[in-house]
Nanobody, 125 residues
Framework: QVQLVESGGGLVQAGDSLRLSCAAS????????MGWFRQAPGKEREFVAT????????YYADSVKGRFAISRDNAKNTVYLQMNSLAPEDTAVYYC??????????????????WGQGTQVTVSS
């Protein structure tokens, strides 16, 4: 079982940066691939970024490529999402997720077994 807790969301202006964190409870965190997803009001959950267990490989949605960066610190059981050049369309609840398939880079929510409760990111214009 993996418990995930996101933090770092907030209200920012367009062009600002935020760093989200996701702390995991599991002692086997380093074996999990991790992902970030987001959901805006009235929309389906959307893939943002994912990273393999080692951190060597990452994959991004086209909408955030070049602006967002996913990373992880296995010693701290934490995965991060650095978000730069934020725009109003980035406004959403951001969720981190974990999959036991540690080498997987998947944009499909159903491939992830564990989810956090989400953190709100609001970008004003």
């Amino acid at each position: 079982q993996v418990q995930l807790v996101e933090s770092g969301g907030g209200l920012v202006q367009a062009g600002d940066s935020l760093r989200l964190s996701c702390a995991a409870s599991s002692r086997t965190f380093s074996s999990y691939a991790m992902g970030w997803f987001r959901q805006a009001p009235g929309k389906e959950r959307e893939f943002v970024a994912t990273i393999t267990w080692s951190g060597d490989n990452t994959y991004y949605a086209d909408s955030v490529k070049g602006r967002f960066a996913i990373s992880r610190d296995n010693a701290k059981n934490t995965v991060y999402l650095q978000m730069n050049s934020l725009a109003p369309e980035d406004t959403a609840v951001y969720y981190c997720a974990a999959t036991s398939a540690g080498a997987l880079l998947s944009p499909v929510p159903a491939r992830y077994q564990y989810w956090g409760q989400g953190t709100q990111v609001t970008v004003s214009s």
